[in-house]
C-alpha cells in the first residue's frame, strides 16, 4: 500500500470513528432528556440480561470484555435501583462461581423487575423512535447497506 494511499484510508477510518462517536454521544445525551430515565450502562445490562436465558453477573463480564468486580457494582446499583432481581443460585451457576468475585448476583440467575422491564421498554421505544426519525427518507435498500455493514463490523471478533 502506497502512502498517499494509507493516508486516504487513515482519513477515512477517522471519518468513521467520529460518525460512530457521534452516535454514542447523541445516545447518551437522548437518555439524559427522555422520559426513559436510564443511563447508556443502564440499558446495556438490561437489555442482555432480558435476551439471555438464565443470565449470571459472570456472564455479562465475558459478553461485555469487562472485569467482573466493574460487573458487580452496576448490577449491585441495578438491584439497588428495583430494576433487577437476583435468584438463587443454582447448580450450574455454582460450577462456574469464580470464589474472588464476590458481590451482587454472583453466580446467581438475573432478572428485569417489573420496573426494569417497563424502563427498558421506555428506553427502547425512545431510541427506535429517534432511530425511525433519522431514517425517515432512506430508501429500504439503503437501510439494508447499513444493517449489513453494522452486522459485519459486529461480527469481527475482538480478540
Do not use: K
Not at 446499583?77 to 474472588?100: F, I, K, M, P, Y
Amino acid at each position: 500500500m502506497t502512502d498517499q494511499r494509507r493516508a486516504s484510508r487513515a482519513r477515512r477510518m477517522e471519518a468513521v470513528y467520529m460518525q460512530m462517536e457521534t452516535i454514542s454521544r447523541r445516545a447518551v445525551a437522548r437518555n439524559r432528556r427522555t422520559s426513559a430515565p436510564l443511563t447508556v450502562v443502564q440499558h446495556t445490562l438490561l437489555t442482555f440480561i432480558a435476551s439471555t436465558r438464565d443470565c449470571r453477573a459472570i456472564d455479562i463480564a465475558a459478553a461485555l470484555r469487562l472485569n467482573r468486580s466493574t460487573i458487580s457494582r452496576q448490577v449491585g446499583d441495578l438491584v439497588e435501583l428495583g430494576l433487577v432481581a437476583a435468584g438463587a443460585s443454582d447448580a450450574h451457576a455454582r460450577e462456574h462461581e469464580d470464589a474472588g468475585s464476590g458481590g451482587p448476583g454472583r453466580g446467581q440467575i438475573l432478572a428485569l423487575s417489573a420496573r426494569g422491564s417497563e424502563l427498558l421498554q421506555r428506553s427502547l421505544e425512545a431510541n427506535h423512535h429517534e432511530l425511525a426519525r433519522r431514517l425517515a427518507d432512506w430508501t429500504d435498500a439503503d437501510i439494508d447497506v447499513l444493517a449489513s455493514g453494522l452486522e459485519r463490523f459486529n461480527a469481527v471478533d475482538d480478540e
